[in-house]
Nanobody, 117 residues
Framework: QVPLVESGGGLVQPGGSLRLSCAAS????????MAWYRQAPGKQRELIAG???????DYVDSVKGRFTISRDNAKNTMYLQMDNLKPEDTAIYYC???????????WGQGTQVTVSS
């Protein structure tokens, strides 16, 4: 297991911004495709943004143009810049390996993002 620690969540107004961070331990980070996930109350966990080993990115339509995923392999850290936040973005946000490319056997505690006026 590779510990994953999400941070940066909080309460923001619609239209506001947050930057989430994901700190990973171990030497596998740089050779793993990674992703951000979120889970809203009563809903399943959803993959919303992925980033490949060399930085290739993809997003679900609901966040495309508003969220930006990035990674710094030297720091074993991944980021999610969230702009123009909407109430529908309210969820617990998690980072992990990209489940489309790897099996996942560990989830961190996530970080809560609440968008409310």
């Amino acid at each position: 297991q590779v510990p994953l620690v999400e941070s940066g969540g909080g309460l923001v107004q619609p239209g506001g911004s947050l930057r989430l961070s994901c700190a990973a331990s171990g030497s596998s980070f740089g050779r793993s495709a990674m992703a951000w996930y979120r889970q809203a109350p009563g809903k399943q966990r959803e993959l919303i943004a992925g980033i490949g080993i060399l930085g290739r990115k993809d997003y679900v339509d609901s966040v495309k143009g508003r969220f930006t995923i990035s990674r710094d392999n030297a720091k074993n850290t991944m980021y999610l810049q969230m702009d123009n936040l909407k109430p529908e973005d309210t969820a617990i946000y998690y980072c992990n390996k990209d489940r489309r490319r790897s099996n996942i056997d560990y989830w961190g505690q996530g970080t809560q993002v609440t968008v409310s006026s």
